[in-house]
């Protein structure tokens, strides 16, 4: 509750209007409504007319940290575990298509940037957003925003459909779409498809719900580009726990999409056991096996493989690292010397 208080409906008004102007939008009595972002990236939402909202003008200021959560300070809030974050590292420089889904404020786009650090360093990053809110630490990222068109008309806009149609050109490595929601899925799953990994997030309680949305109108797409999809993570807001607690709800792999049916049948890996707030590993995982038999790898050089990323993230918890630059720093090293950094983490 704040002890701010407008007494005056006439400088209420000024104040959306100003607030409209700094967003470098237009708001009015025939276009009543703004949604837009301050010049430090706070998104605004506001409404002018008295016919639209009864009471009068009203405004809605979303703030974002200036720097984003890292992974280690998600395993200290309980969002996932180490163990998960290990696995999620490793499909991610494996080039796997990953879904981060959940409701409204469960924690997606920070779960997204998280796991974003994780990207080799030397990658061609195009991520594509309504309202910029990632921030990545890679020097060779090209975040792309949308905008509205100017005035009542469509001139000037810019779609998320367009830039992600246009991220094509950029010849990415990875590709990150902030929210999909429209005919920008078909985009992105062609880009799946194609073999460009992808990360994005979506609106969705479970895998089933997910696949449902995105095979009915207004997205609508065939079974086959369904089946590029490798892993939904699905986030919940577990209040239970606490006002501001995000949890990993479940981590899925999908194996395939009934051509008939239209239903997915899917496998949960890990799962959030809410009676004693820890996370359950179920044992075995397709897209691991998927990965081995791709890239040559054996699965048990792969078990290996996560159980020392597991170490390393054990170890930056432990040590109590969570700068942003630092686990930059340490990511990079485990890249580029790993040995040096292995012979670090023994030492501590």
């Known amino acids: 509750k704040t002890n701010i208080i407008f007494n005056d409906l006439e400088k209420l008004r000024e104040f959306v209007i100003k607030l409209s102007e700094k967003c470098d939008r237009y708001i009015s009595y025939a276009e009543p409504l703004l949604d837009g972002a301050l010049p430090d990236g706070s998104r605004v939402q506001a409404s002018l007319s008295n016919d639209v909202t009864t009471k009068g003008p009203t405004f809605s200021i979303r703030k974002f940290k200036k720097i984003p959560f890292t992974p280690i300070e ?16 490793f499909l991610v420089e494996n080039g796997s298509n990953i879904l981060i889904c959940g409701g409204v404020s469960t924690g997606k786009t920070t779960l997204l940037n998280a796991i974003s650090m994780f990207i080799p360093p030397e990658s061609k ?23 509205i068109g100017f005035g009542s008309s469509t001139i000037g806009e810019v779609s998320m459909f367009d830039l992600l149609k246009e991220s094509f050109r950029q010849n990415p490595d990875y590709i990150i779409v902030g929210e999909v929601r429209g005919k920008e899925a078909y985009i992105l799953f062609q880009a799946m498809s194609s073999g460009h990994p992808s990360i994005a997030t979506m609106h969705g309680g479970s895998t089933d719900a997910i696949v449902k949305r995105l095979e009915t109108p207004p997205i609508e797409l065939p079974t086959g580009l369904l089946e590029s999809l490798d892993i939904i993570v699905i986030m919940v807001h ?10 990993v709800r479940e981590i899925d792999e999908i194996r395939s999409i009934d051509a008939e049916s239209g239903k997915a049948n899917y496998s ?16 075995n995982s397709w897209v691991l096996e998927k990965i081995s038999k791709d ?32 686990i930059t720093k340490f990511i990079q090293m485990y890249y580029k010397d790993r040995k040096k950094l292995l012979e670090i983490i023994e030492k501590n």
């Open 74 to 89: 998600m395993i200290k809030d309980g969002t996932l575990s180490s163990e998960m974050l290990s696995y999620l590292w």
């Open 125 to 147: 990053i195009v991520s594509i957003e309504d309202t910029r809110e990632l921030n990545l630490p890679h020097e060779n990222w090209i975040p792309s925003v949308s905008r």
């Open 238 to 247: 577990a209040r239970e726990r606490g006002e501001s607690a995000r949890r």
């Open 268 to 283: 949960k890996v890990f799962k959030w056991i809410p009676s004693n707030d820890s996370f359950e590993f179920s044992g």
């Open 295 to 326: 890239k040559g790898i054996s699965t048990i050089e792969i078990k290996k493989e996560l159980a020392t990323r597991k170490k390393f993230i054990d170890w930056m918890h432990d040590s109590d690292i969570v700068d942003m630059k630092e």
